[in-house]
């Protein structure tokens, strides 16, 4: 069973950082693209970074590119954001998320998300 | 403001067919997979339809989707009151190179 499971959320002060992870379980990690995704509570879903399978290469929304950086550890099958010089609009639930399949650049399975609040 | 275009809301009674439409652009639905997602009341979004009508395992035939050029649609037949949710549509943009969400459509079944 595929199972993403997300930490590391929390309450920040404006201008501070945070590092989420999100586990892996269930498949072969080194095989997929990777996303975050947020929502604020609410609101939408809107996409917050990508990396494929082996760390190569990597997309960022234009609200985070610059402060927020994907990255990923095959080896522990584990996925990270690190967020920097956080703002009050980055609150928001945020998502790990695989691809549908090797290769193949929709999002498939989702997390439980972990909630980032930033205090102004 | 959403790249993807959903209406924002749509109803339907017990065994009613509904469909929800997903308007985009010819980087986005234009010439990529879109994707159908199912998000349940504080609950995560799962997969729900993508493709030519691919479904994840557990996912009923009562859903399923057609593209014509720029433009998506879900249609869900047999509406039934767990159907009640959340549903975004998602695609891949060339242009953006990233995933585009559409603002979501909330549907309530009376």
């Known amino acids: 069973e595929v199972q993403l499971v997300e930490s590391g959320g929390g309450l920040v002060q404006s201008g501070g950082s945070l590092r989420l992870s999100c586990a892996a379980s269930?498949?072969?990690?080194?095989?997929?693209?990777m996303y975050w995704v947020r929502q604020v509570p609410g609101k939408g879903l809107v996409w917050v970074a990508r990396?494929?399978?082996?760390?190569?290469?990597?997309n960022y929304a234009d609200s985070v590119r610059g402060r927020f950086t994907i990255s990923r550890d095959n080896a522990k099958n584990t996925l990270y954001l690190q967020m920097n010089s956080l703002r009050a609009e980055d609150t928001a639930v945020y998502y790990c998320?695989?691809?549908?399949?090797?290769?193949?650049?929709?999002?498939?399975?989702w997390g439980q998300g972990t909630l980032v609040t930033v205090s102004s | 403001q959403s790249v993807l275009t959903q209406p924002p809301s749509a109803s339907g009674t017990p065994g009613q067919r509904v469909t929800i439409s997903c308007s985009g652009s010819?980087?986005?639905?234009?010439?990529?997979?879109v994707y159908w997602y199912q998000q349940l009341p504080g609950t995560a979004p799962k997969l729900l339809i993508y493709?030519?009508?691919q479904r994840p395992s557990g996912v009923p035939d009562r859903f399923s989707v057609s593209k014509s050029g720029t433009s998506a649609s879900l249609a869900i037949s047999g509406l039934r009151s767990e159907d009640e949710a959340d549903y975004y549509c998602?695609?891949?943009?060339?242009?953006?190179?990233?995933?585009?969400f559409g603002g979501g459509t909330k549907l309530t079944v009376l």
């Open positions: 998320a695989r691809a549908v399949d090797p290769g193949v650049r929709g999002v498939g399975y």
């Open positions: 269930g498949f072969t990690f080194s095989m997929y693209w």
């Open positions: 990396l494929n399978n082996d760390g190569s290469g990597t």
């Open positions: 010819s980087s986005n639905i234009g010439s990529n997979n």
């Open positions: 493709g030519n009508n």
């Open positions: 998602a695609a891949w943009d060339d242009s953006l190179s990233g995933v585009v």
